[in-house]
């Protein structure tokens, strides 16, 4: 059976909480996408998103947010526990093992872009100016990207793509 087609997302991170240099940091670049606590996005953690995905970097809350890195899912979707901790940021008291109402994703860096692209650069761009990113009041944590999208990126800033070199076998999970 063929694999289906990599999808691509941008993920929200304010970089004073979780930047793309700690996920760089984290064992092997790797680190859980935990936190979100939006129904629609929760629902493509949980559903939609798959190891193999193409994943862009996004700093939000800060002067100029932009997206900064690339990385990649390495785990699907599973419960986020840290919903279920008393002592985390994240915990919800409706959650329970039973219950687990919230979901994140495994991601590992892949590559830091050379220069932020901004707002402004995205606006710019015919192609990325449809993003949803740029679209009044839509303040999701975890947004679809086109692959034309995906592709404007890596031109713009002048990088191949770091996925090319990843096999497809690891969507099987």
Known sequence: MPLPPRRYWLMKSEPECFSLADLAASPNGISHWDGVRNYQARNLLRDEIVVGD????????????A????ARVVRKGYPDYTALDPQSDHFDPRASDGNPIWYMVDVQYLAALPQPLTREHLRQHPVLSGMEVLKKGNRLSVQPVTEEQWQAILKLAVINDPLAAVLPEGRKQ
């Open 67 to 70: 997206i900064v890195g690339i």
């Open 54 to 65: 193409g994943v862009l970097i996004y700093h939000s809350s800060i002067a100029e947010p």
